[in-house]
T-cell receptor, first 115, second 114 residues
Framework: AQKITQTQPGMFVQEKEAVTLDCTYD???????LFWYKQPSSGEMIFLIYQGSYDEQNATEGRYSLNFQKARKSANLVISASQLGDSAMYFCAMRSNNAGNMLTFGGGTRLMVKP | DTAVSQTPKYLVTQMGNDKSIKCEQNLGHDTMYWYKQDSKKFLKIMFS???????INETVPNRFSPKSPDKAHLNLHINSLELGDSAVYFCASSLRQGPNSPLHFGNGTRLTVT
């Protein structure tokens, strides 16, 4: 079984500052993928960034980076230079072969960016 | 150039009715999914199809029946709707089934059962 935990139900960040959203995972599989999704108030699910379990470098996509610490089983999302449009729900998710490659989600973190 | 499109966006209906949600993807992906998001925003997989074949069928009442006429379409039919079926339903697709393939989601269908 695989499990994703996001311990921050809600967070505030000042515009233009960086923010880290926490994600820890649990799996017995050696091969897995970690994903982050953004869900703005309009409701759509937007894929942000992916990290493979065998990737040695942390993934980056524009202002998003994934702080992958394999030994700690954590995959935190870092958003640099926050913008008002970053206010949304953020979901960490995981796929692994042993879990039938289902994408399993954490409970989400609501991020609010203050002007 | 919509990638994953689902219709309708909103669906309001009465208990006991039967309804369908349609989903189409133009990404050329092999695998399609249905997810349910409850009122607490928790997302849970319902079904997964690979090349029109059912791969995953999580613990979902058999009132829910997916149908995949071809690998670009995965529709969801719900019989005898209940109040507890009220949720947002997301269709998604991925290029492959493997752990390195992200899912791309449609915009969701908000189902309200009264």
């Amino acid at each position: 079984a695989q499990k994703i935990t996001q311990t921050q139900p809600g967070m505030f960040v000042q515009e233009k500052e960086a923010v880290t959203l926490d994600c820890t995972y649990d799996t017995s599989d050696q091969s897995y993928g970690l994903f982050w999704y953004k869900q703005p108030s309009s409701g759509e699910m937007i894929f942000l960034i992916y990290q493979g379990s065998y990737d040695e470098q942390n993934a980056t996509e524009g202002r998003y980076s994934l702080n992958f610490q394999k030994a700690r089983k954590s995959a935190n999302l870092v958003i640099s230079a926050s913008q008002l449009g970053d206010s949304a729900m953020y979901f960490c998710a995981m796929r692994s072969n042993n879990a039938g490659n289902m994408l399993t989600f954490g409970g989400g973190t609501r991020l609010m960016v203050k002007p | 150039d919509t990638a994953v499109s689902q219709t309708p966006k909103y669906l309001v209906t009465q208990m006991g009715n039967d309804k369908s949600i349609k989903c189409e993807q133009n990404l050329g992906h092999d695998t399609m999914y249905w997810y349910k998001q409850d009122s607490k925003k928790f997302l849970k997989i319902m079904f997964s199809y690979n090349n029109k074949e059912l791969i995953i069928n999580e613990t979902v009442p058999n009132r829910f029946s997916p149908k995949s006429p071809d690998k670009a379409h995965l529709n969801l039919h719900i019989n005898s709707l209940e109040l507890g079926d009220s949720a947002v339903y997301f269709c998604a697709s991925s290029l492959r089934q493997g752990p390195n393939s992200p899912l791309h989601f449609g915009n969701g269908t908000r189902l309200t059962v009264t």
